[in-house]
């Protein structure tokens, strides 16, 4: 199955906006918010979300700047999978993807636990993914953006 079609067609999925490089901006200040909250909280549970908001708010606002809207998290994700692979490699979109997947389990279950494994690598890599987001950001450049929207776009309607 195509998950970008099928987060196209889903009500708060993927859909084309006017590219806007304010509201990334805003995005990255929740970003560090959240990694402030990060390190001064003690619970483990809302270290866990922190951390995983951080990753979150970091990917969402380089897809504010280049005018995609999504509101599910798993879409997000799968669009920089498909559309941002300059940007990122595997393993970092499978880390965000590890991510999601433990803030849901520490969130929403009492009887999951995350692995301390996943746990310290949310911590210690939560700052340098914000970095990196920052630094895409900067890089991003009218033609690439109107390069990975129409990519996106002819994605979405091949397959309809």
């Given at each position: 199955m195509n998950k970008i079609l099928w987060c196209s067609k889903k009500k708060g999925g993927l859909s084309l906006i006017e590219p806007n490089s304010d509201l990334a901006h805003a995005y990255i200040k929740k970003a560090e918010e959240s990694l402030e909250s990060m390190r001064i909280n003690v619970v483990k549970d809302w270290k866990i979300?922190?951390?995983?908001?951080?990753?979150y708010f970091s990917?969402?606002?380089i897809l504010t700047k280049?005018?995609?809207?999504?509101e599910i998290h798993s879409c997000?994700?799968?669009?920089?999978?498909?559309f941002l692979k300059d940007y990122f490699n595997k393993e970092e979109l499978d880390f965000t993807?590890?991510?999601l997947k433990a803030r849901i389990d520490s969130q929403y279950y009492v009887d999951r636990t995350v692995p301390d494994e996943q746990y310290n690598k949310m911590i210690a890599k939560a700052p340098e993914f914000l970095i990196k987001c920052k630094s895409i950001l900067i890089k991003l450049n009218?033609?690439?953006?109107?390069?990975i929207r129409s990519e996106f776009q002819k994605e979405v309607n091949k397959r309809r």
């Open positions: 979300s922190t951390a995983y908001y951080t990753l990917l969402y606002s280049i005018g995609v809207k999504c997000t994700i799968e669009f920089a999978k498909r993807e590890d991510s009218e033609k690439k953006i109107n390069q």
